[in-house]
């Protein structure tokens, strides 16, 4: 099993735009074969120390059957239109490919 823990930093302000669009290609991704959870989160102030808290990130955490399919999820047609639709209000993402240990 492979796992994603992805961090989308967004331009200032499109927090709820862009979830908004994320959102609403959620059921294409969970249909995609191979995709055991695709879940976007946000922080949530809890008051303990050491939070790093940013309401301009977004957060996807995925777990994919292989690493093949998580690589055939990236070129996903409904992927590539959501790219193009929500790429505007991103500044920069960064991900976390991980295997269980």
Request: proline share 3%; charged share 25%; net charge negative.
């Amino acid at each position: 099993m492979i796992h994603v823990v992805a961090s989308i930093s967004l331009k200032s302000g499109q927090l709820a735009a862009f979830a908004e669009l994320f959102k609403a290609n959620v059921p294409a991704v969970l249909a995609e074969e191979g995709c055991i959870e695709y879940t976007p989160a946000w922080d949530a102030a809890s008051g303990i120390e050491g939070q790093d808290l940013d309401g301009d990130r977004l957060m996807v955490i995925e777990k994919w059957e292989s690493l093949d399919r998580l690589k055939a999820h990236l070129e996903a047609p409904h992927m590539l239109a959501f790219r193009e639709k929500a790429g505007h209000l991103v500044d920069s993402v960064e991900l976390k490919i991980l295997e269980n240990a």
